[in-house]
């Protein structure tokens, strides 16, 4: 018996993940009769976080459609701003997105981080567990069955990156009130609290403070301030948010 044969195409932002002689438009996939449509998609490289409406001869169908011989296939990109249902908007970043964490932390979004490598598994049972949008620019982490949620990261850019998750997600933006080295909240600290803590020329320039109510860390409006500001002002003037300042972060993104 000869196995079906179908028509798939890609939208365009989904290319990359596809051969390069799937790129062009239309091209014919023989399958095995038996698997979904899901798995063809990933089959063909694209992991199905990045996969949007599912399209059969113009009508949409779930990913457990299992593609018949003839059937035209369209793979649309998902939606922006995407929809994340069941749960508060919350990301993980795996070990190679630390940089775009502490973004993400500076405008006030949650975003956990593993700075080791714990390997696929643990990351995706970790989303699972915590139900948290796992950010990775690793497609076979993206394909794991155990994912809660998922997106790839399109460039190795910071500056891109946080453009494209703000895009594509729409977090609610509260800068300054999360703490960028573990993504702790920021609360108001007296200067006669912590004074003993701080350097004599630290103490005598500054007067207002905040402090991680998780890992204790101090912050202030130190010299790498009006950094961070451009790259706050850039997230609030594109994509908006509340500017309900604690106190501007010290350390270097």
């Given at each position: 018996?000869?196995?079906?044969?179908?028509?798939?195409?890609?939208?365009?932002?989904?290319?990359?993940?596809v051969?390069?002689?799937?790129?062009?438009?239309?091209?014919?996939v023989v399958t095995?009769g038996?698997?979904s449509?899901?798995?063809?998609?990933?089959?063909?490289?694209?992991p199905?976080t990045?996969?949007?409406?599912?399209?059969v001869?113009g009508r949409?169908?779930?990913?457990?459609?299992v593609?018949g011989?003839g059937?035209?296939?369209?793979v649309?990109?998902v939606?922006r701003?995407q929809?994340?249902p069941?749960?508060?908007?919350?990301?993980?970043?795996?070990?190679h997105?630390g940089?775009?964490a502490r973004?993400?932390?500076?405008?006030?979004?949650?975003?956990?981080?593993?700075?080791?490598?714990i390997?696929d598994p643990?990351?995706a049972?970790?989303s699972a567990a915590?139900?948290?949008?796992l950010?990775?620019?690793?497609?076979?982490?993206?394909?794991?069955?155990e994912?809660?949620a998922?997106?790839?990261?399109?460039?190795?850019r910071?500056?891109d990156?946080?453009?494209?998750?703000?895009?594509?997600?729409?977090?609610?933006?509260?800068?300054w009130?999360r703490?960028?080295?573990?993504?702790?909240?920021l609360?108001?600290?007296a200067?006669?609290?912590?004074g003993?803590r701080?350097?004599?020329?630290?103490?005598r320039?500054?007067?207002?403070?905040?402090?991680?109510?998780?890992?204790?860390?101090?912050?202030?409006?130190?010299?790498h301030?009006?950094?961070?500001e451009?790259?706050v002002?850039g997230?609030?003037?594109?994509?908006?948010?509340?500017?309900?300042?604690?106190?501007?972060?010290?350390?270097?993104?």
């Amino acid at each position: 018996m000869s196995r079906p044969e179908i028509v798939i195409s890609f939208a365009p932002e989904l290319r990359l993940f596809v051969p390069s002689e799937r790129r062009a438009g239309r091209t014919t996939v023989v399958t095995d009769g038996s698997s979904s449509l899901g798995h063809v998609v990933e089959s063909l490289g694209v992991p199905l976080t990045e996969a949007g409406r599912l399209l059969v001869d113009g009508r949409e169908v779930p990913v457990s459609h299992v593609p018949g011989a003839g059937e035209t296939v369209e793979v649309c990109a998902v939606v922006r701003p995407q929809p994340v249902p069941g749960a508060p908007l919350r990301f993980l970043l795996d070990v190679h997105l630390g940089t775009l964490a502490r973004r993400l932390r500076l405008l006030g979004v949650d975003a956990a981080y593993e700075s080791e490598d714990i390997g696929d598994p643990a990351l995706a049972a970790l989303s699972a567990a915590e139900r948290r949008v796992l950010l990775s620019r690793d497609r076979g982490l993206l394909r794991r069955r155990e994912l809660w949620a998922g997106a790839y990261i399109y460039s190795d850019r910071p500056d891109d990156q946080l453009r494209d998750v703000l895009d594509r997600f729409a977090p609610a933006l509260a800068p300054w009130s999360r703490c960028t080295a573990c993504n702790g909240l920021l609360e108001r600290a007296a200067k006669e609290t912590v004074g003993e803590r701080l350097e004599d020329g630290t103490r005598r320039t500054y007067d207002v403070f905040a402090q991680c109510v998780e890992c204790g860390r101090l912050y202030w409006r130190g010299a790498h301030h009006a950094r961070l500001e451009a790259i706050v002002e850039g997230a609030l003037s594109e994509f908006g948010g509340a500017a309900d300042a604690v106190a501007p972060p010290r350390l270097p993104m």
